[in-house]
């Protein structure tokens, strides 16, 4: 039995959100962005709709936790991933593998 399509979209959102700091943390280790560069990249990638509120959200906690850290350039702050941050998105990868393989 199939789900409907909208409850099914809602079951994606809920799930991006979830993952939505380990997916911040993944596109920032391949490039620094912007928070606006951050919520095109979700978008592109999962048509999930999320806020600009919640993006920073996220953001601003990945920095207090030493994750991320944001400098100024021209008038926008791009974001980058710390050696802190690249370690805990490694260890993230290998919890999330070794649980879905078990």
Do not use: N
């Amino acid at each position: 039995m199939t789900r409907p399509k909208r409850e099914t979209e809602k079951v994606e959102d809920l799930v991006w959100k979830d993952l939505a700091p380990y997916i911040i943390l993944a596109l920032l280790e391949k490039e620094p962005l912007h928070g606006y560069g951050v919520k095109k990249k979700i978008l592109e990638l999962s048509h999930a709709k999320m806020g600009s509120t919640t993006i920073y959200a996220i953001i601003y906690s990945l920095m207090k936790l030493g994750l991320v850290e944001g400098v100024w350039q021209d008038r926008r702050k791009v974001y980058k991933l710390t050696d802190k941050g690249k370690y805990v998105l490694d260890i993230s990868r290998k919890a999330i593998s070794q649980t879905i393989t078990a």
